[in-house]
């Protein structure tokens, strides 16, 4: 497997909230509790949203939380602003040491 | 301010070489363990390269293995990617980012990147 699976692309408008889905494999995803999103606007560095499945570095807003059942993992953006709007990108931990990042994610608030 | 700079991109033809650095500030940089990740125009993010906080272990994505090595200065607060038998398919931007300490899994901080472009 050469990348997690991630929908191309999602939107909602705002107010509302949005899933993203990140689907690994047993040796990955459904493996560990080490999934972590990152907020991605172009030409900036990516941002840590979520870490260790579901939780939340501090200064992340609280409208955004993770999850994880069996080989997939979730990252839910509630109450949608238009400052969200940005590629989102999941990571596993895979195995000795190496990581696996998902295909991205391209969020449009309508 | 834990900040990271990426630093060394340019153009190179195919076959040739390019040497990467990532200097750190605002935190104890021997303490942590420090990745390479990068971003082909176009395409997702994807990791590249792994060391551990002193520099002991090393560990490559398929992609380029055998042809990229990792290795770190300490003293001098400063990641390094060598980067030998460029492909085109190595054009990207690349990142440095700070890993947690283990216990947890993140890359936080990311640098802004630098960008390589190998002509064919």
């Known amino acids: 497997q050469s990348a997690l699976t991630q929908p191309a692309s999602v939107s909602g408008s705002p107010g509302q909230s949005i899933t993203i889905s990140c689907t690994g494999t047993?040796?990955?995803?459904?493996?560990?509790?080490?999934v972590s999103w990152y907020q991605h606007h172009p030409d900036k560095a990516p941002k840590l949203m979520i870490y260790d499945v579901r939780r939340r570095p501090s200064g992340v807003s609280n409208r955004f939380s993770g999850s994880k059942s069996g080989n997939t993992a979730s990252l839910t953006i509630s109450g949608l602003q238009a400052e969200d709007e940005a590629d989102y990108y999941c990571?596993?931990?895979?195995?000795?040491?190496?990581?696996?990042f998902g295909g991205g994610t391209k969020l449009t608030v309508l | 301010q834990v900040h990271l700079v990426e630093s060394g991109g340019g153009v190179v033809q195919r076959g040739g070489s390019l040497r990467l650095s990532c200097t750190a500030s605002g935190f104890t940089f021997s303490d942590y363990a420090m990745h390479w990740v990068r971003q082909a125009p176009g395409r997702g993010l994807e990791w590249v390269a792994f060391?551990?906080?002193?520099?002991?272990?090393?560990y490559y994505g398929d992609s380029v293995k055998g042809r990229f090595t990792v290795s770190r200065d300490n003293s001098k607060n400063t990641l390094s990617l060598q980067m030998d038998s460029l492909r085109p398919e190595d054009t990207a931007v690349y990142h440095c980012?700070?890993?947690?300490?283990?216990?947890?899994?993140?890359?936080?901080?990311w640098g802004q990147g630098t960008l390589v472009t190998v002509s064919s």
């Open positions: 980012a700070k890993w947690s300490t283990g216990v947890s899994d993140w890359f936080d901080p």
């Open positions: 990571c596993s931990y895979v195995t000795n040491n190496t990581w696996m």
């Open positions: 060391i551990r906080h002193d520099g002991s272990k090393a």
């Open positions: 047993s040796s990955d995803v459904g493996r560990y509790n080490f």
